[in-house]
């Protein structure tokens, strides 16, 4: 009886074993299970990383293309001469920290102190595109004021340059060198690069030489604003800060298709936004660089500006892909071919335009002297006008016959806007007591008077020594033959602290 009893009972023993088992220890023994299951996921992910790998088509090119032109990227090291009145103590203190590369000093020190010499530093990028002759293309705003400057070539030999050509308007410049066993990167064709396309970019960020950032071609045709300039940057997000300035932007067949020159930002370094020259305009600045020393600009004697959606309405325009001539100069080019105010530009020379930067590039890019078949809509009707395009006056305003307004006054060639000190524009910059001078509206970013320390808010009191009240006779104080080589200005600002700086004009 009890072994019949037993039999019964055995099984049901077990089961209860079983469930407290489960009960007690079950959560254990489904995340040991779990993480046997996710391990052995990983392991295949890795193995078939490692199959892929073998046919990783995108690194083997990346790799291909940093070994071809890396050869042909170079370091650009330059100094400039700096005379200031000298502190002993002061100087004996920066040099433990500074060494070598002691800072500017922007307060000017006291009479009684001797005068010294020395050299500030900086470095840029680099690229060679003509081995045999020495060409090297790097940035105008890398060399500009140098007084002397030095390739680092990629196998750490130097070169001292033998000459040094710029450009400051499209901020290109060519270095000679002596042609000692050299290796160039060939020039692309950048109007072939579209938004999308993989791109390297190659320099010397903060000093550390061949270095490679990958990214894409962003946009097209980006330009920042600055007055006087002539751009159509290609933008990329490949890694571009302090340093890759003048270096090449590549594609994929290891040709150069932009030389790095700007970013945009809010902190000062890379943010993903990246400018570069585009290779088609280097290539006709270069050119004429090297063999004129300086660079001619076409001229078509026109005042122009982009359209919306309504005046192309107005004006029986098919689309607002151009550019509206509002003045034509008198006598000039455009006025010689019949071309009128309200004549809506499409063309030039065969090639569509899109809007007024693009008309600007293009009519820039003519030789003087050359017949070009432009492209216009008249009343809503196409035609074609040719016109002899000359070459580009030194003062643009005045062959429209203009002065700048009062208001304002514009030192292209310093970089600097100043306005009339008006009660907003001193409430707007700080100042609480009355002020003679004229306010800085503008400093463009790259030129010698931002690097002196100029900033907008800042009030320029005296140029050359003489006081400067309004626009006007800021102007008239830089038209001097004394202020051809710099113009030396007196500055306050909100804090009331007076300060002399001396300013070089682009070259």
């Not at 993903?272 to 305009?281: D, F, K, R, T």
């Not at 030194?394 to 970089?415: H, I, L, Q, V």
């Amino acid at each position: 009886m009890m072994k019949k009893t037993w039999h019964k009972i055995l099984p049901l023993a077990l089961a209860l074993v079983f469930a407290s088992a489960v009960a007690a220890y079950g959560p254990t023994l489904v995340g040991r299970a779990a993480y046997a299951v996710a391990v052995g996921e990983a392991q295949a992910a890795r193995e078939q990383l490692a199959e892929l790998s073998k046919h990783d088509h995108l690194s083997t090119l990346f790799r291909a293309v940093s070994n071809a032109v890396k050869p042909a990227v170079v370091v650009v090291h330059l100094k400039q001469k700096v005379e200031a009145r000298s502190n002993p103590q002061m100087d004996d203190f920066l040099r433990r920290f500074f060494g070598d590369r002691m800072p500017t000093p922007s307060v000017p020190r006291q009479r009684s102190q001797p005068k010294r010499e020395f050299y500030s530093r900086g470095l840029g990028s680099g690229v060679i595109i003509d081995a045999k002759k020495g060409y090297v293309l790097t940035n105008w705003h890398v060399v500009r004021n140098a007084d002397e400057v030095e390739i680092v070539l990629s196998d750490n030999r130097r070169l001292k340059a033998e000459w040094v050509r710029t450009d400051a308007a499209t901020d290109l410049a060519i270095v000679k060198v002596k042609p000692d066993r050299l290796i160039d990167a060939p020039l692309g064709d950048s109007d072939k690069m579209d938004v999308g396309d993989w791109v390297l970019a190659i320099g010397a960020p903060e000093g550390l030489p061949q270095t490679v950032t990958a990214g894409i071609i962003s946009a097209k045709g980006r330009t920042t604003g600055r007055g006087g300039s002539y751009q159509n940057f290609l933008q990329t997000d490949a890694a571009i800060n302090h340093g890759n300035s003048g270096g090449p932007l590549v594609n994929m067949r290891g040709e150069v298709i932009g030389i790095n020159s700007a970013i945009i930002s809010r902190t000062g370094v890379n943010e993903g936004i990246g400018l570069s020259v585009p290779s088609n305009m280097a290539k006709s600045i270069m050119a004429q660089l090297i063999e004129k020393g300086k660079v001619v600009r076409g001229y078509l004697g026109v005042q122009i500006q982009n359209v919306d959606e309504k005046l192309a309405k107005s004006f029986k325009l098919p689309s607002m892909t151009g550019a509206l001539v509002t003045q034509v100069a008198e006598g000039g080019p455009a006025e010689k071919a019949g071309i009128k105010a309200e004549d809506f530009i499409v063309s030039v020379d065969g090639k569509d335009i899109d809007n007024v930067n693009e008309l600007r590039n293009a009519v820039a890019a003519v030789e003087p002297g050359k017949k070009v078949p432009f492209g216009i809509y008249r009343d809503g009707k196409k035609k074609t006008l040719t016109v002899k395009v000359a070459s580009q006056p030194n003062d643009m305003t005045a062959a429209f016959g203009m002065e700048p307004t009062e208001g304002t006054a514009s030192a292209t060639k310093y970089g600097i806007k100043v306005a009339s000190l008006t009660r907003e524009l001193a409430k707007k910059y700080g100042y609480d007591e009355p002020v003679k001078g004229v306010v800085v509206i503008e400093v463009t970013p790259t030129s010698d008077a931002a690097e002196q320390g100029l900033a907008e808010g800042m009030i320029i009191l005296k140029a050359q020594g003489k006081d400067v009240t309004t626009p006007a006779q800021f102007r008239g104080a830089l038209s001097g033959k004394d202020a051809q080589t710099g113009v030396r200005l007196l500055v306050t600002d909100k804090a009331g602290g007076k300060r002399f700086l001396f300013v070089s004009p682009e070259k």
